[in-house]
């Protein structure tokens, strides 16, 4: 199962039957997740130019999930008394694949968020698998390799662009907070140990926007290993260093300027 993800360096963890589950009554959604994922990729123009939020790579996974029929979900849960509604809670999903037993399997994507999304994904799973709503929840985040290489990866960008001043990186869409700015500036400029420009932005990007309170595979075995969420059988996909490519340029940049033109226009 998934073989092709994990030959591609995707991390796969099953919790409590999950991988049963899903083989024997799902196998539907594990080709339509695969078909998904293998095609996900990630410029890393759009790591550096792609502001605080989720990059458009992960978008276009969630659009390639829609149009596979994972639509955003809303589960109303009603407590009812004769008939009189008398507590109701909804739990909104952002991927939710349906078939034709009334069988579901539930997914959220946490590229990049605070970490305690995890606590409010797995609860929500929890609450809906023992409501009869779900068969199995799926996260998908950034997996160990890609949250480790990070720095690496944003050290190869700066590298192979030629990057040495802010001015460099303006036109590939990064314009620093004065906060950030005068952080890189302090570290290149030191007496004790200065650093490089390119050692001093990595750091201080990757820190900012990538850092360890934010979303990714060692926060999330974190929650595992507390049980939180158990037991709804769990599918976990963790996206490798692979997705991020290198050979898109200006175009890539394009696309995340064109994105932010008709957010700002709406």
Not at 75 to 104: L, M
């Amino acid at each position: 199962m998934f073989e092709a993800l994990v030959e591609r360096g995707f991390q796969i963890e099953f919790q409590s039957h999950a991988q049963a589950i899903l083989s024997v009554d799902f196998p539907a959604a594990i080709e339509e997740l695969e078909t998904a994922l293998l095609a996900t990729t990630i410029p890393i123009e759009e790591i550096i130019a792609g502001g605080g939020g989720e990059a458009k790579g992960t978008q276009r996974l969630r659009n390639a999930l829609n149009d596979l029929h994972w639509p955003k979900t809303e589960f109303v849960v009603e407590r009812r008394i004769n008939g009189v509604p008398r507590e109701s809670q909804s739990h909104e999903v952002d991927h939710v694949r349906s078939f034709a037993t009334g069988e579901r399997v539930a997914l959220e994507i946490e590229w990049n968020n605070k970490d305690p999304f995890y606590d409010r994904d797995l609860e929500n799973f929890k609450r809906l698998h023992a409501d009869g709503a779900i068969s199995v929840g799926v996260i998908v985040t950034r997996g160990k390799k890609l949250h480790d290489n990070m720095r690496a990866l944003v050290r190869r960008f700066l590298d192979e662009r030629q990057i040495q001043t802010f001015g460099d990186m303006k036109q590939w869409g990064y314009e620093p907070t004065s906060r950030q700015r005068k952080a890189i500036e302090t570290k290149v400029s030191r007496a004790l140990n200065p650093l490089t420009f390119q050692e001093a932005f990595t750091s201080q990007f990757v820190s900012d926007k990538f850092g360890e309170a934010t979303t990714h595979w060692r926060k999330l075995d974190d929650r595992l290993r507390r049980g939180v969420g158990n037991p709804c059988p769990l599918l976990l996909i963790g996206l490798p260093d692979t997705i991020v490519t290198f050979h898109e340029g200006k175009a890539a940049l394009s696309e995340v300027e064109a994105a932010e033109d008709i957010d700002n226009s709406a």
